[in-house]
């Protein structure tokens, strides 16, 4: 079976490397390419591709919101947010907005296939950098009670 992808992102050069490197893959076929969220939401809605990579800061409408209306038209969608970003405020965004991704521009080509991979079996992909600071922030909290867990 084949992924069908769309990529959407506002960077000719970025789209470009993305395609030529997924083009490699057997299993992963681009099949359309936007550059900014208006046009990606509309083409989601043409193409119903299994997979959106999607840019988090684009011109018309920022990746957040395009996976917003993607996901209100498509439920099934799957959509992974492309960013420079590894601020927790945008990763939440993203989790709240429905996406099952978020990659690291500066780790894509190491992270991109285990993503897409991993969202087409709906099970949730963040870069690794990404889970070191969602878990940073767990591990400096100090510990909480909790009787539910015990050593017995």
């Keep these: 079976m084949s992924i069908k ?15 030529s490197f997924v083009s490699k893959q057997p299993d992963i076929e681009v099949v359309g390419e936007a550059k900014d969220g208006e046009t990606g939401v509309e083409l989601a809605r043409k193409l119903s591709p299994d997979v959106v990579l999607m840019d988090i800061s ?6 957040i919101e395009a996976a917003g209306n993607i ?12 960013s420079t970003h590894s601020d927790k ?9 429905g996406v099952l ?3 690291l521009k500066t780790s894509i080509f190491d992270d991109l296939v285990p993503a897409l991979r991993a ?3 709906n ?9 070191d600071v969602k878990i940073g922030d767990y591990t400096k909290q100090p510990p909480e009670a909790d ?3 015990s050593e017995t």
């Design 5 to 19: 992808l769309l990529i959407v992102d506002d960077y000719d050069a970025m789209r470009n490397d993305i395609k």
């Design 71 to 82: 996901l209100r038209n498509n439920p099934a969608a799957r959509i992974i947010i492309l």
């Design 58 to 63: 684009m011109p018309k409408l920022s990746g």
């Design 101 to 103: 991704g978020y990659v």
């Design 123 to 131: 099970e949730l992909f963040l870069s690794p950098k990404i889970t």
């Design 89 to 97: 405020r945008f990763v939440e965004a993203g989790l709240k907005a």
């Design 147 to 149: 009787d539910s867990v």
């Design 119 to 121: 969202v087409m079996a």
